[in-house]
């Protein structure tokens, strides 16, 4: 089940403390039966999801998957990647004064050179130019025209004809005659870019990945170069589309050999929504989604998630919410949670519908920040019931609970234990 891979951190704050936001999240279980390597460095190891979970990921509702991403009725939402005309006037003015598809001419006109792609800049310039290569196959490299902004306001920068005004991406194309500029991404956007390949038979695109507020949103976006311009093919930004963007996190692009085409990748912080974690603290666990381009969209195809307590506990939180006390059993080690020589599935099952029946409800818990080492390292609450949980797992690196100890816990008095 891969529905909390598409939940990001906006919509799980419309659903924080809702019923049915619990019940939705609890479809994202991160079970796994399975470890799955990840070779950047520092590279932990990830659980990838099962086929189960990855039936109900198809099985969501589109609003639940990605509501944020839904236009309005009203007004129909718009990629953000056009700049102000006078922008756009400034570039197409500045060139005019080139007559020819060289690059060389192409880069004098900025007062700068066209650098080749993760090529290192030989001096610093208001405007980056980056050869991509020929996209359009008319034997013109298309190039890509990047203008981030000075650090200080310049004078100058309400003039169409200042770069300072030019603020944005676009892309670069020679047409015969002369050469076309169209936009990328807007202004006011930390950008980043890449030739990706879409498939077989079919011309190479650009991804441009926009970096978006304080959470730092990484929203990409694909575009072809279609009759010498940027032709948007899908953006993750707008309309119906499986794309989850997490809160600090990476994309990288990938060429597959096998597949003829290049997946995106994109790591960051789970955010699983039944055991909520604070933002920017020490506790959660990592997630790894890996999405393969279907032709008219990046789709996610596998999603792994990387071991460790906070995993184990998130996914027992969610088999019990579930009733799948098969899996929440799994994640036990039966003799020492049970206190027993001779546990059982259905011992577990009584035990847990007896004494600790608030995992089978609609209930969203809270782990608690403590210094490592600390008692309540690996603690977490339900505060609407004054429980404070503190579990103990296993030391082996499978994270399998031995034990769980509940106390309730009222402000301004002591706490008392009720554990089974």
Same mark, same amino acid.
């Given at each position: 089940?891969?529905?909390?891979?598409?939940?990001?951190?906006?919509?799980?704050?419309?659903?924080?403390?809702?019923?049915?936001?619990?019940?939705?999240?609890?479809?994202?279980?991160?079970?796994?039966?399975?470890?799955?390597?990840?070779?950047?460095?520092?590279?932990?190891?990830?659980?990838?999801?099962?086929?189960?979970?990855?039936?109900?990921?198809?099985?969501?509702?589109?609003?639940?998957?990605?509501?944020?991403?839904?236009?309005?009725?009203?007004?129909?939402?718009?990629?953000?990647?056009?700049?102000?005309?006078?922008?756009?006037?400034?570039?197409?003015?500045?060139?005019?004064?080139?007559?020819?598809?060289?690059?060389?001419?192409?880069?004098?006109?900025?007062?700068?050179?066209?650098?080749?792609?993760?090529?290192?800049?030989?001096?610093?310039?208001?405007?980056?130019?980056?050869?991509?290569?020929?996209?359009?196959?008319?034997?013109?490299?298309?190039?890509?025209?990047?203008?981030?902004?000075?650090?200080?306001?310049?004078?100058?920068?309400?003039?169409?004809?200042?770069?300072?005004?030019?603020?944005?991406?676009?892309?670069?194309?020679?047409?015969?005659?002369?050469?076309?500029?169209?936009?990328?991404?807007?202004?006011?956007?930390?950008?980043?870019?890449?030739?990706?390949?879409?498939?077989?038979?079919?011309?190479?695109?650009?991804?441009?990945?926009?970096?978006?507020?304080?959470?730092?949103?990484?929203?990409?976006?694909?575009?072809?170069?279609?009759?010498?311009?940027?032709?948007?093919?899908?953006?993750?930004?707008?309309?119906?589309?499986?794309?989850?963007?997490?809160?600090?996190?990476?994309?990288?692009?990938?060429?597959?050999?096998?597949?003829?085409?290049?997946?995106?990748?994109?790591?960051?912080?789970?955010?699983?929504?039944?055991?909520?974690?604070?933002?920017?603290?020490?506790?959660?666990?990592?997630?790894?989604?890996?999405?393969?381009?279907?032709?008219?969209?990046?789709?996610?195809?596998?999603?792994?998630?990387?071991?460790?307590?906070?995993?184990?506990?998130?996914?027992?939180?969610?088999?019990?919410?579930?009733?799948?006390?098969?899996?929440?059993?799994? $994640?036990?080690?039966? =003799? +020492? *949670? !049970?206190? &027993?020589?001779?546990?059982?599935? /259905?011992?577990?099952?009584?035990?847990? @519908?007896?004494?600790?029946?608030?995992?089978?409800?609609?209930?969203?818990?809270?782990?608690?920040?403590?210094?490592?080492?600390?008692?309540?390292?690996?603690?977490?609450?339900?505060?609407?019931?004054?429980?404070?949980?503190?579990?103990? $797992?296993?030391?082996? =690196? +499978? *994270? !399998?609970? &031995?034990?769980?100890?509940?106390? /309730?816990?009222?402000?301004?008095?002591? @706490?008392?234990?009720?554990?089974?």
């Amino acid at each position: 089940m891969l529905m909390v891979m598409r939940l990001d951190a906006i919509i799980l704050k419309q659903f924080k403390g809702l019923r049915v936001g619990a019940w939705l999240l609890a479809l994202g279980l991160g079970m796994a039966t399975s470890a799955a390597g990840f070779l950047r460095q520092p590279a932990p190891r990830f659980f990838q999801e099962s086929g189960q979970q990855a039936q109900a990921r198809e099985q969501a509702p589109v609003e639940a998957q990605n509501p944020s991403n839904q236009p309005s009725q009203q007004e129909p939402a718009k990629a953000e990647t056009e700049p102000p005309d006078e922008s756009l006037a400034g570039i197409r003015a500045a060139l005019q004064n080139v007559s020819s598809p060289d690059l060389g001419a192409l880069g004098r006109a900025f007062d700068t050179t066209v650098m080749k792609q993760h090529e290192a800049s030989a001096k610093s310039s208001a405007i980056e130019l980056t050869e991509l290569g020929d996209l359009d196959g008319d034997g013109v490299p298309e190039v890509v025209m990047n203008v981030p902004g000075a650090r200080e306001p310049q004078p100058d920068a309400q003039s169409p004809a200042s770069p300072s005004s030019w603020l944005g991406l676009y892309l670069l194309s020679w047409d015969g005659a002369h050469w076309k500029v169209s936009s990328l991404a807007a202004a006011g956007q930390h950008s980043e870019f890449r030739v990706v390949r879409l498939g077989k038979g079919v011309a190479r695109g650009i991804a441009v990945v926009n970096v978006i507020g304080d959470d730092a949103l990484p929203y990409p976006a694909i575009f072809r170069v279609r009759e010498h311009e940027a032709d948007l093919l899908w953006d993750s930004q707008v309309g119906d589309n499986r794309f989850n963007p997490r809160v600090h996190g990476q994309i990288e692009f990938q060429d597959d050999p096998k597949l003829d085409q290049t997946v995106m990748i994109e790591t960051g912080r789970a955010d699983p929504g039944l055991l909520e974690f604070e933002p920017g603290g020490r506790r959660g666990f990592g997630a790894r989604c890996v999405y393969h381009w279907d032709g008219e969209a990046y789709v996610p195809v596998q999603t792994e998630y990387s071991p460790g307590p906070d995993n184990s506990l998130y996914r027992f939180i969610a088999a019990l919410h579930l009733h799948d006390f098969r899996s929440a059993y799994a $994640l036990i080690e039966p =003799g +020492k *949670f !049970l206190k &027993t020589e001779t546990p059982s599935l /259905v011992q577990f099952r009584q035990v847990i @519908e007896t004494h600790w029946r608030e995992f089978l409800d609609d209930q969203v818990f809270q782990a608690r920040e403590a210094t490592a080492g600390s008692p309540d390292a690996l603690a977490f609450e339900l505060p609407d019931q004054h429980y404070v949980y503190r579990p103990t $797992l296993s030391d082996d =690196g +499978k *994270f !399998l609970l &031995t034990g769980l100890e509940r106390t /309730v816990e009222m402000p301004g008095t002591e @706490e008392s234990g009720d554990s089974p």
